[in-house]
């Protein structure tokens, strides 16, 4: 299941930032950001010189969201450069999609989560997350265990559905399960010799 939603971007603000000094942006200040200047650092000025850093961790909020927004630190890169401090890569991230495009995240929360599970495994540019409703479906019998699984999801009726299946096999006996190999499909797949079989 894929959540997602349009973010509208407001392009007038945008062009105006952007055509006010040239290369430069005009940078709103964030409440999200963790300090309390807006002029341009030495750090930037540095970098416009040519002189790199390499201690991103230790720059402040508003040092780094210049990196982004000159273009000098990619946003994808966050994770990495903040040396796995994933909250505050997430909170600079939201905050640099404000600065550039004029876009409130405040209905979205980032806080209280365990963004090691997502980092580098199963989303990218993390800017939050979408609580979704859990249910839960059992008991069903495997290997002679009583099981039951928390499913999330919001597709109406695959709860109560799968809830019957469980059912239906755990009268019946249960299952025997046996791993042969780890892997992912969509759905079943059911193999025969050749279509008379299938039929």
């Known amino acids: 299941m894929i959540i997602s939603s349009i973010l509208e971007v407001d392009t007038e603000v945008i062009s105006q930032r952007n055509s006010d000094s040239g290369n430069e ?3 709103p200040r964030n409440p999200e950001l963790n300090d309390n200047t807006n ?3 030495t750090l930037i000025r540095n970098l416009k010189l040519g002189k790199a850093t390499d201690d991103y961790a230790s720059l402040n909020d508003r040092e780094i969201i210049q990196l982004l927004n000159f273009g000098h630190l990619k946003q994808r890169d966050l994770e990495q450069k903040l040396s796995n401090d994933l909250v505050r890569a997430v909170s600079l991230r939201r905050s640099h999609f404000h600065d550039i495009a004029n876009i409130s995240f405040h209905n979205l929360p980032f806080q209280h989560y365990d963004y090691s599970y997502v980092n580098g495994s199963c989303c990218e540019n993390v800017i939050g997350y979408v609580p979704i409703p859990t249910g839960i479906v059992g008991p069903i019998l495997v290997n002679g265990r009583k099981c039951f699984v ?18 239906a096999i755990f009268e019946s006996g249960g299952v025997t399960v046996r791993m042969c190999r780890d892997g992912m499909t969509r759905a079943p797949v059911v193999q025969f010799p050749n279509v008379t079989k299938m039929l």
């Open 150 to 167: 928390p499913m999330s999801t919001t597709e109406g009726a695959l709860i109560a559905s799968t809830n019957r299946g469980c059912r």
């Open 25 to 27: 942006l005009i940078v």
């Open 39 to 41: 002029d341009e650092s």
